[in-house]
C-alpha cells in the first residue's frame, strides 16, 4: 500500500517501474526511515526547550531526564507577564514587516538595474556589491551606529528596515533569477512604451513571484532573529523587538530556565507563520532556487 | 505632463547624488566636520555652563531645567524595584524641582556600551563593572567628576582604596561606588548539613586553609555527591578568581616596575604551585563540577545554588544570585573567607561604579549625584538617603535576598551607623553565617587586581587552567611558562606605545 | 560599438532606478568600511583619530600570542564546514528527492531549525552539550548505557561540534534548493540510464550528482564565506576553549574592539579577514573554473 504511491513518483533516481523488485522496496522504506529520523532531529531541539521550560531552576540542573516532572503552566504565564511579551510581539512584527518590504522592493530594484537595464558602468557597481559579501558585518557596527545617530534616525524602526534594504546576497537572488526570465517578453513590453518603472511593475514582479517569496522568507527569518545592530538602534525607545529584548533579558537576575521560557515565547511567532504559510514557502522555496 | 515629470524626477536625482557623493566620497571630511562642531559646541556648553554655575552664585534663584537619563532604572521584569525607584523620582520633584529623570535601562555590556556613546546617547549615569573604569577613563567615556564631588563634599568619605580603582593618575575621579566587594567563598548550607559538616550549632564547618578546602570540598563529594567546589575556567572569570587562589600561595601576578612599565610574573614557584593544586583538586581529589571550562560567573551560581555544588568563590554584592535567582533559601546561604594558602590570606577586593556620560554637563552631574544620594547609595545619613537604603532592604528582604553589611566604600562613621541601623532592622539572616567573611574582609588581607592588561593576564591564566582540567598529564610548569611568555608580550607591546 | 557613443536616458534612467539601494549600500556597508580602513591606519581614543601609525596595528593583531591559533582554527572552520556542512544538505537533498509520501512533512521539518533565531540556537546546543550527566545529549546516551561525554571539552572534538550546529541550522534550506535542482532533472535520463542497466545507486551518481555539483559549487563559496567570519557560535558555546581551541579570527577582533575598546586593531583585522577572504574566493574562482574546462 506504502509502495503504491511510489508508481507515479516523479523525481529522483527511483523511478516508479522500480518498485516492483523487493530490494528497490526495502531500500525504498529505509530511506522513509532515515528522512522521520532526520526530521526528528531537527525539531527535537525546540520540543526539548518546551518540556525544559516546565522544570523550576533546581529540577533543570540536578535532574537528569528530558521530561518534566509537571507540566505546570503556571510557570509560562509567569514569564509572559515578567516580560510583556505582547508589546514587544507587535514591535517586532513593524520591524519585520517594514524590513521585508525593503528587502524585496530595494534589493530587486537594484538587481533589475544589474540584470535588465545595465546602464553604462554598471559592472562596477556589480562588483562594489559583490565584495561587500566578503566584509565581516560585526566592525563596521560601530561606524553605523554613528551615521544613523548623524542623521538623527536613532530610535526609529527605519534604519532597521532600510538596512535590510542593502544586502548583496538578495541582489545575487534576484539577479541569477531575472536573467532567467525569458527577454522577448520585456523586450515586447518595452515596444509598447512601457516606461522603465512600469516593465518593472508590471512584467517583471508578477512573473518573480517565487523568488520574491523566497527573499521574503529569508528577510523575515533575518529580521526577527537580529538582534544586536537592533538592540543599539531601538534600545530605551520602547520600540525594542522581542530578540532585544531576549538579548538583554539573559544579563538580568533570572535563572536560566526563564530564559529558555523566554526563547520559547521567541520561537513561537515565526513557527505559526511557518506553519500557515508552509506549502507556499517550501514550493516557491523550491521554485525561486532552481536557477542558483 | 511628462516633461514635468521628468524635470521633478531629475531634481529628485541631483539632490540624491548630492547625498551620495557626501555619503561616499566626501564622507569622511564631512562627519569629522560634523565631529569637530560638536565637539565645539560641547565644549561651548562646558563654558556656558561653567559660566553659568558662576552666576548662579550670584542669583540663585535662576536654575535652567536639568534632564537626567537615569541608566540605572531597574529591568522591566523587576516591579518592585521600579516602584522603588518611581518614589525615588517623586521625592525628587519636591527636593529638585529643576530636575526631570528620565528612565533610560541600561544594562553595561562591553559590545554595546562604545556603539551608544559614540552615537551620543550614553544615559547620564549608568552602571558599570569592576573591570571597567580604568578602560572606560582611558578612553574618555566618562566624565570627570571631582569638582562635583567635592561640591557635595563627598570626596573625603570615599574609601581610598576604591577611590584610587576610579582615578585617573593625576588623581581625577570618574565614578562613585555603587558597592564594594570583596571575593571571598559562598556555602550552600544545606549541603554542608547533608554531609555533616555543621557544629552544634549548626554554622558550617567552613575551610580555613587550602588542604582544608581540598578535604571540604572531597567530604562533601563523597557523602552528597554534589560537586565540593566551583573552578571556573569558561573565561577571564577564571583567571580573576585563580589570582586570588595565587596570591594565597604567595604568587604576585604582575610586577610594576614603577615608571608605568609591567612585569608579567606567572611563572613564579607559588603561582605554579597554586596551578598544581587546582590541578589536583581536578585529577586527584576530584571534586569539581561536571565541566569547569563550562562555568561562569553565573553558571557557578546557578550550580551553587541549586544544590550542585557547595563551595563557590563569590563576593558579598551578589548574594542576590544563589538565593533570588537560583532558588537556595536565605537561611542557607553562608560565607567564609577564601582559605588561607602558604602566602598568607588574602581577599580581592573592588568597587562596582555609577559612572557619568562623558557628554553631561556639571548640573546634570549635580542632579545624578543627588538622585544617587536619595537611593541611599552615597555618603549621605539625611532622611531621604534613609529612607532610600530601607526601601531597598525592605525589597530585598521581600525578594529573598540576604540583608548584609556592604563593603564600607564610603568610610564616614555617620554612614556606617547608618547602614549598621538599617542592617539590625531589616537584617534577615543570622549574621553569623557571614561574620568569618566580614572578619577577614575588614582585616588586612585585602588586596586590589594585578595592574597591567589584566584582562589579557585573565585570559591568559584561564588559558591554562582549561589545559590542567582538561589533561590529566598537562605539564603546569611549562603551561605556565607559557602564558607568561605571552603575557609579557602584549605588556611589552603596551610599554612600548606608551 | 555606436551605442557606446553617448551616455543616453536609458542608462540615465537606469541609474536612477538603481540609485536608492546604492544609497543604502554606501550608507550600510562602504562608507563605513572605509572608516575601517583608514582607522586600521591611525591610533585612536574611542572612534576619534589621533594620528597617523601607518601599520603599527597590524602589526600588533599579527603579534599577539592567539594570533596563530585563531588563523588555524578558522581555516579549520572552514574545512569542517566543507565536510559536514556541504556533505549533509546534498545528503538531505538526494534522500527525501526520493520519497512520495509525507514529502512535505519532511520538508517543512528540515526547514524548522531556520526559523528558530540563532541566539536561542546557541544557546539551546549549549545545553545539548553540557558535559555534565543532565547535559541533553549524555541523558539520551545514558539511555543506551553509555557513559556521559564531554563534548566540547575535549580540544578535538570543540569545532567540529560547533560546526554540526551550524550544520543543523541551516542544512534544511539548502537542501530544499537541491532538492528543487533534482525534481527539475528531466526523467528521460533515468529511463535512459535503466535501459543501459544502471542501477538505483549509479543513477543517483551518474544522474543526480553531477547535476547537483553545478549549483553546488555557488552555495560552497557562499557557505565559505560565511564560515570564515564565525563569531557567536564560539563565543557563546567555548568562549574560544578550551586552551584555544575554538577561538576565531572573528573572536579575536570582537576582543579587541569589544572587550579592550582597541578600535583600530580591530579595524586592521577586519581589513586581514576581507583580504583574505578575497584570495580565497580567488583562488575558488580559478579552480572551480579549471574543472569545468
Known sequence: MLFQSYTDKKDGAIRGYDIKSPKVKVLAAVILLMCFLIVLICVFPAIWVMLAGFKDIKEFTRNATIWPTAFDFEKFRVTWKAFKFGKYYFNSAIAVGGSTICAVIFNGLLAYGFAVLKPKGYKVAWALVMWSLLIPATTSIVAVIRNISLIGLKGSFIPIWLAFGANAFYVVLFKEFFEGLPSELLEAARLDGCGVL??????????????????????????????????????????????????????????????????????????????????????????GAVKG | MKKKAVKRILGIVCCMTLTMSMLAGCGSTSETAATEATQETTTADETKTEASGEAEVQEPAEAEPVEVTL?????????????????????????????????AYYKYATDTFMPMVESGNCPTVFESWFTEPQKLIASKAVANITSELDGKGWLNSMNPSIKELLSDKDGNIYGIPRDGYALGLMLNVELFEEAGLVDADGYPLYPKTMEELAQTAKTIKDKTGAAGFV??????????????????????????????????????????????????????????????TNEDWGTGFTQLGTGNAAMYIAANDAVNQPTQVNGLPVDKLAMCAIPEGP????????????????????????????????????????????????????????????????????????????????????????????QPYFDATSSEGLRSEEPGLTQDMYSELTKVLQSVITDKNADVTALMNTANDNYQKLLDDANSAN | MRKRKSFKKRDLLGWLVMLPTLLLFAFYVWEPLLENVRLSMFSAVRYELQEFVAFDNY?????????????????????????????????????????????????????????????????????????????????????????PQLW?????????????????????????????????????????????????????????????????????LLQIISVFQILYEPMVMTNGGPNNASISLMMLMYRYAFRDFDFPSGAALSVMICIVLIILSGIYTVATRKKED
Open chain 1, 198 to 287: 512600469q516593465v518593472f511593475i508590471r512584467i517583471m514582479l508578477p512573473l518573480s513571484k517565487p523568488i520574491i517569496m523566497v527573499v521574503a522568507i529569508f528577510a523575515v527569518t533575518a529580521a526577527w532573529s537580529d538582534f544586536l545592530f537592533p538592540y543599539l538602534v531601538l534600545n530605551g525607545s520602547g520600540k525594542e523587538t522581542v530578540m532585544v529584548k531576549l538579548f538583554a533579558f539573559k544579563d538580568t537576575p533570572t535563572d536560566a530556565v526563564s530564559v529558555l521560557r523566554a526563547v520559547v515565547f521567541s520561537i513561537i511567532p515565526p513557527t505559526v507563520l511557518f506553519a500557515i504559510f508552509q506549502k507556499q514557502i517550501t514550493d516557491s522555496a523550491a521554485a
Open chain 2, 71 to 103: 541608566g540605572i532604572w531597574p529591568e522591566d521584569t523587576l516591579a518592585d524595584d521600579i516602584a522603588m525607584h518611581e518614589g525615588f523620582v517623586e521625592t525628587m520633584k519636591t527636593k529638585n524641582p529643576n530636575a526631570t529623570y528620565t528612565p
Open chain 2, 231 to 292: 573552578l571556573l575556567a569558561k573565561d577571564g572569570a577564571g583567571g580573576w578568581h585563580f589570582s586570588n587562589i595565587a596570591w594565597n600561595f604567595g604568587a604576585t601576578l604582575c610586577i610594576d616596575n614603577g615608571d608605568g612599565t609591567f612585569t608579567s610574573n606567572l611563572n613564579s614557584p607559588e603561582a605554579i604551585e597554586a596551578m598544581e593544586f587546582v590541578k589536583s583538586l581536578k585529577w586527584d581529589y576530584d571534586v569539581l563540577t561536571a565541566d569547569p
Open chain 2, 343 to 434: 602566602g598568607g590570606q588574602y581577599s580581592l577586593f573592588g568597587g562596582t561604579p555609577y559612572m557619568f556620560s562623558k557628554d553631561a554637563t556639571p548640573e546634570q552631574i549635580n542632579a545624578a549625584l543627588d538622585y544617587i544620594e536619595v537611593m541611599g547609595k552615597g555618603p549621605s545619613v539625611s532622611e531621604d538617603a534613609i529612607a532610600g537604603m530601607q526601601a531597598d532592604a525592605e525589597n530585598k528582604s521581600a525578594a529573598g535576598v540576604p540583608v548584609i553589611p556592604r563593603f564600607p566604600c564610603w568610610t564616614d562613621q555617620a554612614i556606617l551607623d547608618a547602614e549598621a541601623k538599617i542592617i539590625e532592622d531589616y537584617g534577615n539572616v543570622d549574621t553569623k553565617m557571614f
Open chain 3, 59 to 147: 602589526i600588533k593583531v599579527i603579534n599577539n600570542p592567539d594570533f596563530i591559533a585563531a588563523f588555524k582554527n578558522t581555516f579549520s572552520y572552514t574545512l569542517w564546514s566543507l565536510v559536514i556542512g556541504f556533505l549533509v544538505p546534498i545528503a538531505l537533498g538526494i534522500l527525501i528527492s526520493e520519497t512520495v509520501r509525507f514529502k512535505g512533512l519532511f520538508r517543512v521539518g528540515i526547514y524548522f531549525p531556520n526559523i528558530v533565531p540563532g541566539l536561542a540556537t546557541v544557546w539551546i546546543w549549549s545545553f545539548f552539550f553540557n558535559p555534565g550527566k543532565t547535559g541533553v545529549l549524555n541523558i539520551i546516551l545514558s539511555k543506551f548505557g553509555i557513559d
Open chain 3, 152 to 220: 566540547l571539552t575535549n580540544p578535538h572534538w570543540t569545532i567540529p561540534l560547533i560546526i554540526i550546529t551550524l550544520t543543523w541550522k541551516s542544512a534544511g534550506a539548502t537542501a530544499l534548493i537541491y532538492m528543487a535542482n533534482i525534481s527539475s532533472i528531466s526523467p528521460d535520463l533515468y529511463e535512459a540510464a535503466t535501459i543501459d542497466g544502471a542501477g538505483i545507486r549509479q543513477r543517483i551518481r551518474h544522474i543526480t550528482l553531477p547535476s547537483v555539483f553545478s549549483l553546488a559549487k555557488t552555495l560552497l
